[in-house]
């Protein structure tokens, strides 16, 4: 598998360095080496450093020869440990955005917004697709809106994933739905992904067009307004929210609830809709408001971001199992994709 | 097609039949009339009848030439064959009750009660099953549980429908909830079948048994005590609810909320859960405790029951899409399908 003989490669450069304990830093001399596995590429490009002063090895991590951001990390590797306690040590954690597929009223061209309505045949399909991309990153907590379309793409996804720990929804709305909800065995919850949903991952609001065919919006509003309010910042239309409005929302969840999920070294998954997750990646990119109203995220093609050394960076989109893309792993990524390889041989 | 030769027979036996002003009963010989379209087959039995009084020709419908429960029932037709399904002279409604298939504390092997786990890949193939088997039946309405497993196999199995109504989730948690999930455009409201989720559906909870192994559980608290509580009638697990205080709320809930709707013809689906709708089957069916208790429902395979007159009849399983068996359709339902089958041309 490619993701062993990498790990091999590692051995066989590090053998190859001599370790320092001293304060000073390491220089690597470029080196290249291709490893090619049933046309999964990874090409690991050993690249100098800057002044970094570390007694450990460092690496650079694998380079993606795709056409998305290639970022060159250093990761810190300290001899004996296992993937967990390796991303708990470099603090990187995942974090997967899914936008769900096609509902009902996608079909019927109808503005939906905040009705909650399921998806398609095509929307499911959709989003076992994107479970199976995603089926090798690791998953420790999912937020999702409150709409059902959210709700059954994240759990839908789920199905595929190759860890097999069991999403359980948390229920808060009272007291009695806490309780009734309530597991008794350690073991369980430890194979278990909290779901959390919130309102505040919702599609934006569309208020009084909310329904309304987009023919018959036109003609009754105008196209320029129409056109103004679906594809401005700040313009809402009649009782809804301008996408402004709804990031104000969605970024202050994830800055409150997710974030620091994330700067624990939990791994988390996402599922909401264009908008609000158009709202996330502004913040999670530093788009400005020209270029996030332009910005089109494709439905079930999950998007991958990793947060290091309170960074997030973009790693593209995982490869589905027919393509033979590269795939912008990260050390610990290849790592946990390994032992779940061990795990289910 | 069958429900179209079928209608044309009921016409000609009505011609035969003659109809009748007096309030004397009519008796029919013994005639049997065979049709065999695509394999679907079609018994039509005139019976003679007990003494009952009435103005109008007396049909019995289709008798079911499979192994359920088949009903032998008397319907109102009048002298003219209308093709208007809201016959006010005999407001007929269908119900149809779906458990939801396997979920991945299932699979486990696990308790669990009214934790919120989600599907498998089974339970969804069980879900889209289900929905083929309804797919030519009425929906006007749909109530599920406060559980995802419930709500997703609900969705699901009307991905399949064959009536191009869409599902749409009522929220009605907070005023911001109702206010963000309205729809401004009456035709859309028309077109679409309000769902209603409540907790009252939900599976039995199973207090501190909930997330247990159930080797584990009898290793705990001894066999017998576990079968008591799995199959008892009134003996709720620590914390828990027995099966009684189960169908006490799920069949309040019924009758103050589902029943309505089926008394003003409103056709309706229910997807919830294994104790849930036992419970409500103990309801229609007026079964004892001992019986319920041994009433085992199937998964992925609903369940059709007529409302008529006050009265629950029970109509067994609407067959799958490769089984030859005879469906005891009403002639209503039988209506309903010949428009859906002309509509979908």
Not at chain 1, 11 to 20: F, I, P, R
Not at chain 2, 234 to 253: F, H, I, K, T, W
Request: charged share 20%; with cysteine; proline share 4%.
């Amino acid at each position: 598998m490619a993701t062993a003989v990498f790990h091999q490669a590692l051995g066989t450069a590090q053998s190859h360095q001599h370790l320092q304990n001293s304060g000073s830093h390491l220089e690597f001399g470029n080196a290249s080496l291709k490893l090619i596995s049933k046309g999964f590429k990874v090409d690991i490009g050993l690249s100098r450093r800057g002044s970094y002063s570390s007694w450990k090895k460092k690496f650079g991590v694998i380079q993606a020869s795709a056409s998305q951001t290639s970022v060159v990390q250093p990761v810190s590797y300290p001899p004996n440990n296992s993937s967990d306690e390796l991303r708990k040590k470099s603090c990187e954690a995942a974090l997967i955005l899914i936008r769900h597929g096609e509902s009902l009223w996608n079909e019927k061209n109808l503005f939906t917004g905040c009705v909650d309505v399921p998806l398609t045949k095509k929307g499911v399909e959709e989003a076992i697709e994107a479970g199976k991309r995603i089926s090798n990153i690791p998953v420790d907590m999912i937020y999702t809106s409150a709409l059902i379309r959210a709700q059954m793409t994240a759990m839908l996804a789920m199905t595929q994933h190759r860890r097999k720990k069991v999403p359980i929804i948390l229920h808060n709305e009272n007291e009695q739905a806490r309780e009734w909800s309530q597991i008794f065995s350690e073991d369980t919850k430890k194979q278990s992904i909290p779901v959390v949903t919130a309102s505040q991952l919702n599609e934006r609001m569309y208020g009084e067009l909310q329904g309304l065919n987009k023919q018959e919006t036109a003609d009754r509003f105008g196209k320029e307004k129409v056109h103004e309010w679906r594809r401005s910042y700040d313009i809402p239309p009649p009782n809804g929210e301008s996408l402004e409005m709804c990031a104000e929302r969605a970024v202050a969840y994830f800055k409150d609830h997710i974030e620091p999920q994330l700067h624990s070294g939990k791994n988390v998954m996402i599922a909401a809709h264009g908008n609000s997750l158009r709202s996330i990646i502004m913040y999670l990119d530093k788009l400005t408001s020209q270029e996030v109203i332009n910005l089109e995220l494709s439905t079930g093609i999950p998007m991958l971001y990793i947060l290091k050394g309170g960074k997030f960076i973009r790693r593209g989109s995982p490869a589905g199992p027919t393509e033979a893309g590269v795939y912008a792993y990260t050390r610990s990524l290849a790592l946990y994709r390994q032992k779940l390889d061990d795990m289910l041989r | 097609m069958a429900a179209g030769a079928l209608h044309r027979s009921i016409r000609t036996i009505q011609l035969h039949g003659g109809s009748n002003d007096s309030a004397s009963t009519k008796e029919f010989g013994n005639s049997s009339l065979k049709f065999i379209s695509k394999g679907f087959a079609v018994d039509v039995k005139f019976l003679s009848n007990r003494s009952r009084s009435f103005s109008h020709c007396k049909m019995h419908v289709i008798r079911a030439i499979s192994s359920h429960a088949s009903v032998v029932d008397p319907i109102w037709s009048t002298s003219h064959v209308t093709t208007n399904f809201n016959q006010n002279t005999s407001i007929e409604s269908s119900l149809i009750l779906i458990r939801h298939g396997e979920s991945m504390w299932n699979e486990k092997n696990l308790f669990t009660g009214s934790v919120d786990v989600p599907l498998t890949k089974r339970g969804i193939e069980e879900a889209i099953e289900a929905g083929e088997r309804i797919s030519s039946i009425p929906v006007n309405m749909i109530y599920t549980s406060a559980l995802i497993r419930a709500q997703m196999t609900a969705m699901l199995a009307m991905t399949q429908h064959r009536q191009k109504k869409i599902p749409i989730i009522m929220h009605d948690e907070s005023i911001q909830a109702k206010e963000w999930s309205q729809i401004f455009s009456e035709e859309t409201i028309q077109q679409s079948i309000p769902v209603i989720t409540a907790w009252q559906l939900n599976e039995r909870m199973y207090g501190k048994l909930q997330g247990l192994n159930k080797e584990e559980t009898v290793v705990k608290y001894g066999k017998e005590k576990v079968h008591e509580w799995r199959r008892s009638f009134d003996s709720p697990p620590p914390n828990g609810e027995s099966l009684e205080m189960c169908s006490q709320r799920a069949v309040a809930y019924f009758k103050e909320n589902i029943e309505p709707q089926l008394q003003n013809g409103r056709n309706i689906m229910v997807a919830a859960h294994g104790n849930s709708l036992r419970s409500i089957i103990m309801y229609l069916e007026k079964l004892t405790s001992l019986e319920v208790t041994n009433l085992e429902l199937s998964t992925g395979v609903p369940l059709l029951y007529i409302y008529k007159h006050g009265e629950f009849l029970k109509r067994g399983s609407p067959v799958g899409p490769t089984e030859y068996g005879v469906y005891a359709y009403t002639r209503n339902l039988a209506l309903y399908r010949q428009k859906l089958d002309e509509m979908v041309q």
